[in-house]
T-cell receptor, first 114, second 112 residues
Framework: DTEVTQTPKHLVMGMTNKKSLKCEQH?????MYWYKQKAKKPPELMFV???????INESVPSRFSPECPNSSLLNLHLHALQPEDSALYLC?????????????FGQGTRLTVV | GESVGLHLPTLSVQEGDNSIINCAYS??????FIWYKQESGKGPQFIID?????DKRQGQRVTVLLNKTVKHLSLQIAATQPGDSAVYFC???????????FGSGTRLLVRP
């Protein structure tokens, strides 16, 4: 199984709503990532979890709150978002080998904030 | 030929020709590089990788070249097919960390 599964595929939310994006992998990877991708732009790193602990936070606004309940799951909690937060949110995972391994990506959640 | 649009440069090639996609990376401390392919509405898909102690790596129909002196990476696709049409991103891993940073991307269009 080399799959990273993200749900939901599409999400429309109002600026006062609270919602969560979910990501799951069963490859035994201990590093998991959230990226944000705007149209015609590259994915931008938001957060990295390593062994269920937050390892990297790329100065992301607090209205985005990541959570890693266990080694297979990664959530992104959303609250009081702005229309400019509309984007494709990508989850990825990789092995923890420091020498570098590729990250496997999910298909993303297309988020629209209205 | 290659054109630079407002956000995403585009490379247009004839089916069957070879394609070369270039990438300039920013960090001298980057030690691992990946090429990803992203089709419309999908997540990035791994194509090939290369470590900084190598200058060339070959896969099936793809070759990656690394020039650390000028911080340049290229992806060569042999006998380009319509299914190769997508956006291609290079990504660099900074300083043996989990930080995987993407380059700006190139759209590849394959003309039948």
């Amino acid at each position: 199984d080399t799959e990273v599964t993200q749900t939901p595929k599409h999400l429309v939310m109002g600026m006062t709503n609270k919602k969560s994006l979910k990501c799951e992998q069963h490859m035994g990877h201990r590093a998991m990532y959230w990226y944000k991708q705007k149209a015609k732009k590259p994915p931008e790193l938001m957060f990295v979890y390593s062994y269920e602990k937050l390892s990297i936070n790329e100065s992301v606004p607090s209205r985005f709150s990541p959570e890693c309940p266990n080694s297979s799951l990664l959530n992104l909690h959303l609250h009081a978002l702005q229309p400019e937060d509309s984007a494709l949110y990508l989850c990825a995972s990789s092995q923890e080998d420091w020498r570098g391994t590729e990250a496997f990506f999910g298909q993303g959640t297309r988020l629209t904030v209205v | 030929g290659e054109s630079v649009g407002l956000h995403l440069p585009t490379l247009s090639v004839q089916e069957g020709d070879n394609s070369i996609i270039n990438c300039a990376y920013s960090n001298s401390a980057s030690d691992y590089f990946i090429w990803y392919k992203q089709e419309s509405g999908k997540g990035p898909q791994f194509i090939i990788d290369i470590r900084s102690n190598m200058d060339k790596r070959q896969g099936q129909r793809v070759t990656v070249l690394l020039n650390k002196t000028v911080k340049h990476l290229s992806l060569q696709i042999a006998a380009t097919q319509p299914g190769d049409s997508a956006v291609y991103f290079c990504a660099e891993r900074v300083d043996s960390s989990y930080k995987l940073i993407f380059g700006s991307g190139t759209r590849l269009l394959v003309r039948p």
